[in-house]
């Protein structure tokens, strides 16, 4: 299974912006499907960006124009780039790995924007 830890969230003013990184354990991450997905309170998880193992990306209407995610298959790192973010963005957001059999999940990191 892979392991995958979280970082980057924080407290941003609304318009300010947030890089999150997402490392994962093993060999086998230039093989997997990436994708970043969000939580807020009392509401259902959703899928915020995805990168496949060949790098083409989608991305949630809410999103698209702002956030950007990329990957190092290098350092066995996804990222999330969140620009011009609005308070509607304030969630937990979850790294995730799929492909190979693998469907990991991280701890989540705490996205607060708020003037």
């Known amino acids: 299974q892979v392991q995958l830890v979280e970082s980057g969230g924080g407290l941003v003013q609304p318009g300010g912006s947030l890089r999150l990184s997402c490392a994962a354990s093993?060999?086998?991450?230039?093989?997997?499907?990436m994708a970043w997905y969000r939580q807020e309170p009392g509401k259902q998880r959703e899928l915020v960006a995805f990168?496949?193992?060949?790098?083409?990306?989608n991305y949630a209407d809410s999103v698209k124009g702002r956030f950007t995610i990329s990957r190092d298959n290098a350092k066995n790192t996804v990222y999330l780039q969140m620009n011009s973010l609005k308070p509607e963005d304030t969630a937990v957001y979850y790294c995730?790995?799929?492909?190979?059999?693998?469907?990991?999940w991280g701890q989540g990191t705490q996205v607060t924007v708020s003037s």
């Open positions: 990168i496949d193992s060949g790098g083409s990306t």
């Open positions: 093993g060999s086998i991450f230039r093989f997997l499907a």
């Open positions: 995730n790995a799929g492909g190979l059999g693998v469907n990991g």
